[in-house]
């Protein structure tokens, strides 16, 4: 192990090569105590009232790549920053791209890659001293030298390690337990239990990601247990994962469990975190087998996303997040269940309905949503429900986001029809987003499209119309065709019958906006030749059309999309 203390009287340069920048140094606590507070009329930064040294210390509790933007903030910020130290390192950059590479020369980059590291550990000893929080990426493509490299690793004490493995399969020799070590991820390797059969105990660490990591969850609880200051844990794809099993984390904050993809499922999430406040619960697989969920002792908890085929067992369908009174966030994916789900809490603000499969309400009217103090409501799937919209008039609810993905032979007269019957019944104001995507049914139309596309919804002068402020039509199809035309006239004249709203927004590929944008301006021009409805007592919302504007906004000239406004000024 290295020494620190042998080094501070060197003066060591830092290699070029070795990727690593050294940020400022702070100063230490004394000089920084000795220095004058900023007026309030200096700045309005309300943390200029702060002495320095206790802004330093507010700030070192940032992560490294959070402290490179804190210095930018302002002058006062920048001095009283904590200095840290970056050391990255790529084993990919030794290698080849060929397949037939002899031995003996994967092995000499093998013995460069390990010399290298150590020649800028032991070059870089004076910057590390110095900094207030080291850090290290390491990026390996193969799994031979890991364990002297790691070795290496252990030797300094770094707060901050970043480890991405080249095998999957590969388990490392051990857990780093420098005393300063706050942020470990692993990416891409296997853990062990026999890691923690001993006394190891990782008391500093604060934060763990595991991303395509293998291990069980009896692994998985013994590692955690050796944390008790832990505050952090994501968990992304880690396949041999089959339970959650965190009976005793007082101090976690934020719990991320994601597995998306032909993993096996996991059936267990038991947690006992009386301080947590964010848990996102992301489950996507091929078995879709039910998750048994217990989380009931998260009284703390103030974000909850939960996105999984099954509703969960363990909650209490008629009072799903009673048990959660500080709740303000709840994002809520299908989650498919036969009985009658209701979400009801008055400390909620933002709720985000996906596709959810909660219920089947074709035939209920009445609202499964009460929270009186809603502040934003979004909603995404293939057409809308009121009941699943908020119940009354939330006092705090200004807009109303809905998204909808529909089957392209779907669209006709009576789809249009019902989403308007459904929206007339939202009193709040309303944003409407429609998302046409690229489908197999549309090489089964002709050329004119469905039949139905010529049929529009119409409307009696005494009808009420939703409120719809703002429309946006995210058209993702790249080739053009005839068809695409008629459906893209058919969307707009429908939606312009059930609203009028200030703005219409196309977004679009770029091979696909010459085209729609011609579409969408003969449609609307032809507004002017005024004999459309002529005979009819009931006039188009093209009689009540007075004016419209086209703005392109700015892109960039890299981005695949193009985006085009209408802004629409309607008769009284």
Known sequence: MYDLGVFLSSDFSFPGHAMAELCPISQNVKEIAKKPRISDSDSGDPTSRLPDHVLHSILSYLKSEQLFHARLVSKNWHRNTPSYFPLEFD???????????????????????????????????????????????????????????????????????????????????????????????????????????????????????????????????????????????????????????????????????QLVGSYPSITDVQVIAPSLQVFHFVHYNSSNLVVNMDIRACKMLREFHLECPTFPVGFDHEHFISDFPHLENLILGPCETSKRVKISSPSLRKLTLMFTQLYNYNYSRKSVVSVPNLCSFQYVGRTFKSSLAPSGTPKFLKTTGISLVPHVEKINRAWFLQLRSHLTKLSNRIGLALIIRAQTSFSELGKQGHKLWSISIGRIPTQVIPHIELLKLDIRLNVPQESHGCLLKYIIDNLLWMSHPNALTLSMPTSFAAFALGICNEFLISRREGNCCADTQNKCWRHFLKDFMVREAVTNEKEELKKFSFVFTWQL
């Not at 013995?111 to 110095?130: V, Y």
């Open 91 to 257: 084993e990919s950059s030794f290698f080849e791209k060929t397949p037939t590479t002899p031995a003996a020369v994967i092995q000499e980059s093998h013995n460069k890659f390990l010399e290298w590291i150590r020649s800028s550990l032991e070059t870089s000893q004076s910057q590390l001293i110095k900094a207030e929080k080291r850090v290290i990426r390491v990026q390996f493509k193969h799994h031979e030298n890991i364990n002297d490299i790691m070795k290496l690793i252990n030797g300094i004490d770094f707060h901050e390690v970043y480890l991405r493995f080249g095998c999957i399969n590969y388990s490392i020799p051990f857990i780093f337990q420098s005393k300063c070590l706050t942020v470990v991820h692993l990416t891409r390797c296997g853990i062990h239990k026999l890691l923690f059969s001993d006394e190891a105990n990782f008391a500093n660490l604060e934060e763990v990601e595991l991303d395509n990591v293998h291990l069980t969850g009896e692994t998985l609880s013994m590692f955690i247990s050796k944390c008790p200051n832990i505050r952090e844990l994501k968990l992304v794809n880690c396949k041999a994962l089959r339970s959650v099993l965190l009976p005793k984390v007082d101090r976690l904050k934020k719990l991320c469990v």
